[in-house]
């Protein structure tokens, strides 16, 4: 028997199964008792001897590091989420005891023209990616002709002419690709910055306006590519299998285009592995949760984050260094809760939505970031769609260039920290460069925790871990976020007549 209950007899007494282990002892002293009995009797009950062996093996405290096995954290996990709620729940009862409501539909300053050249933009930012596509449909037709002429065999002569126009031929489209998506996102820039006056409005321009720029180089880049290997058979082997179901140029068509155009990814291929159907609950659901976040995060800025940084200019414009990094902290938390809000929107919500009705199969849009241990393993996890166009297109053609890692990311980071700026400064119309120094501020970052990361053991990843929420949390969001808002408040006074 090995019973782990311990039961106590009528008479007051331990149960003799009470104690599992010690059955040995315990028939050892039934057959003493019996044998001064000088008989058998198997309805004799011994009574219990306060003589066992409780500390029997060496044995760790369960939240040691010499311990065999790591304990469970469920009941902190769920402690904290506690914790956290109360807590929150605190501060909205404080924000409507002193503030009231301030949710106001009507008090916005969405200008008429805003909203005119808003919708303007969005209907022609597109139609650079049909551009490319007459673009790549030009060399499609060039490329099969020099391939009918490598094919017939031409002399020496004439091939050295081909080859010169060939030349000269890809000099003109590679031209026409950058001047066609540089214009793109020149257009909507200067429009943003000088006429559209509303930031969200204008943030939405900019954002569609990179991502088309960002699939535009990328259909440019792996065309030009395509178009080699065509030209060049013995480099077609390096080619991944999946593009053989649509070779180039069979993929320049107008409906290969528009997939790509409408597909959650930023990295131009022939194919892409595909669903069998599309489940039209799943997108109902995740169109569900990206409208009620939507809501959930209009209502926290305008109720919740707004106050904060009004109250905070003051305080900044006096450089008191005390009450800033009291507001920063009191900031970090709804900045935190704003973004983690809206990270799940748009790559839970809005990109499998899109990726079912798509029917793109491959959707790891992220990983767990939240883990990371180390600020690099964080942006090569959390927006996985820009990290594929970034080593694809930036990383890996440095690389190979003969550049080193390091610098190769470097320049990863300079480009991003570019795209980044365009996106915060020009719809507030206040390029600060702060966007930019911030993302140049991750290389020390990244060279800081990468040791802490290849260290054994988890006390390395623990510590990596820590630095990378610490500077996400109180040094990179809500700092951008509040001297953005006092650039703005500088300029134009308050973003609207009423928050």
Known sequence: MSSTS????????FDK???PGHEIDMNREKRAVESSNGRTNSKTTPKYRHVAAVHSKPRHS???HDSEHSPGFLGFRNLMVIVLIVMNLRLVVENFMKYGVLICFRCHDYRKQ????????YALVPCHLFVAYLVELAAAQHAKGDLGR????????????????????WYIIAWSHGINASFCLL????????????PLIGTICQIHAIIVWLKNCSYAFTNRDLRHALLNPESSASLPEIYSACAYPRNVTFSNLCYFWWAPTLVYQPVYPRTSSIRWF?????VSECLGLSMFIWLASAQYAAPVLRNSLDKLATLDVASIIERLMKLSTISLVIWLAGFFAVFQSILNALAEVMRFADREFYTEWWNSPSVGNYWRTWNKPVYHFMRRHIYSPLVGRGWSPYFASAMVFVFSGFLHELLVGIPTHNVLGVAFIGMIAQLPMIALTAPLEKMQGVNGKVAGNCIFWISFCLVGQPLAALLYFFAWQAKYGSVSKEV
Do not use: P, W
């Open 282 to 286: 799943f997108v109902c659901k995740r």
């Open 62 to 64: 369960c939240l040691s």
């Open 150 to 169: 490598l094919k017939r065999g031409e002399t020496q002569k004439s091939s050295r002419q081909a080859r010169a126009a060939f030349q000269a031929a």
């Open 187 to 198: 257009v909507t820039t200067y429009t943003v910055y000088f006429h559209i006056h509303h």
């Open 17 to 19: 199964t009470a104690l």
């Open 6 to 13: 311990v039961s106590v007899t009528a008479d007051g007494e």
């Open 114 to 121: 805003d909203l005119l050249l808003g919708a303007i933009l």
